[in-house]
């Protein structure tokens, strides 16, 4: 069973950093895409950022890009978010995803691909 757990969400401040970890379980595929999406209240879901245990590669929103950062860590099975710079509008509910990797996508596909496994995700509010 595929079992995916976000942690690390929380209160804070405008400017401020969080780190996100997605640890994960049960993914038998040689190699696999986890992504990070949130979703605010009343917005659709959005894919933010994607890496791939194929190359190592990664793949980020527009809306993202210079604050948050994904990374790996294959002994502990755990993916990261970095976040800086903390804006409201980041305030969301984020979630992890995972799905086996396609050779016919790109990682930057999954940023809106309907990716096959989901953890509970973890609550992320900024004040202003």
């Known amino acids: 069973e595929v079992q995916l757990v976000e942690s690390g969400g929380g209160l804070v401040q405008a400017g401020g950093s969080l780190r996100l970890s997605c640890t994960h379980s049960?993914?038998?595929?040689?190699?696999?895409?986890i992504g990070w999406f949130r979703q605010a209240p009343g917005k659709e879901r959005e894919g933010v950022a994607t890496?791939?245990?194929?190359?190592?590669?990664?793949s980020y929103a527009d809306s993202v890009k210079g604050r948050f950062t994904i990374s790996s860590d294959n002994a502990q099975d755990t993916v990261y978010l970095q976040i800086n710079g903390l804006k409201p509008e980041d305030t969301a509910v984020y979630y992890c995803?995972?799905?086996?990797?396609?050779?016919?996508?790109?990682?930057?596909?999954?940023?809106?691909?309907?990716?096959?496994?989901w953890g509970k995700g973890t609550l992320v509010t900024v004040s202003s």
């Open positions: 995803a995972a799905d086996a990797f396609d050779p016919r996508l790109r990682v930057s596909h999954y940023l809106i691909y309907s990716m096959a496994y």
């Open positions: 049960g993914l038998t595929f040689d190699d696999y895409v």
């Open positions: 890496f791939s245990t194929n190359d190592g590669s990664k």
